[in-house]
C-alpha cells in the first residue's frame, strides 16, 4: 500500500507557475504509475496526467497540453506537476493517486484503476 499527501496549492493570479508535489510514503513507490486529477466545484474528476512506473511514458489532457509537465523522482517517492500559465478554469482540488499492478512503460487513464489517492490541494487561479 501507498499513502499520498498532495501539497505546493495555492492562490494565484492568471499567468502565474505552481508546482505541486505528492509525497508517498512506503518502499514500492516504483511499482506505481500515477495520476494527477483535478476536481472544480459542480464538475466530474478529470485527469490531467498521468506518469508511467518508469517516467518514460506521460499523457496530457488537451485542456494543459503544452501548459503543465508531469514528471516523478522514485528515489525521492514523489511524483510533481509543474503548471505554467495557469488559467482561471485550472482552479479545482488537485489529487493525486496511484495505480498499481501496471507495467513499467503503461499509462493509467480511467480512475477506476487507480487505488490510492491523496487528501487534495486547493488550487485558485483569479484572473
Known amino acids: 500500500q501507498v499513502q499520498l499527501v498532495e501539497s505546493g496549492g495555492g492562490l494565484v493570479q492568471l499567468g502565474s507557475s505552481l508546482r505541486l508535489s505528492c509525497a508517498a510514503s512506503g518502499r514500492t513507490f516504483s511499482m506505481y504509475a500515477m495520476g494527477w486529477f483535478r476536481q472544480a466545484p459542480g464538475k466530474e474528476r478529470e485527469l490531467v496526467a498521468a506518469?508511467?512506473?518508469?517516467?518514460?511514458?506521460?499523457y496530457y489532457a488537451d485542456s494543459v497540453k503544452g501548459r503543465f509537465t508531469i514528471s516523478r523522482d522514485n528515489a525521492k517517492n514523489t511524483v510533481y506537476l509543474q503548471m505554467n500559465s495557469l488559467k482561471p478554469e485550472d482552479t479545482a482540488v488537485y489529487y493525486c493517486?496511484?495505480?498499481?499492478?501496471?507495467?513499467?512503460?503503461?499509462?493509467?487513464?480511467?480512475?477506476?484503476?487507480?487505488?490510492?489517492w491523496g487528501q487534495g490541494t486547493q488550487v485558485t487561479v483569479s484572473s
Open positions: 506518469i508511467s512506473r518508469s517516467g518514460s511514458t506521460k
Open positions: 493517486a496511484a495505480a498499481p499492478r501496471i507495467e513499467p512503460t503503461v499509462l493509467v487513464y480511467y480512475d477506476g484503476g487507480y487505488d490510492y
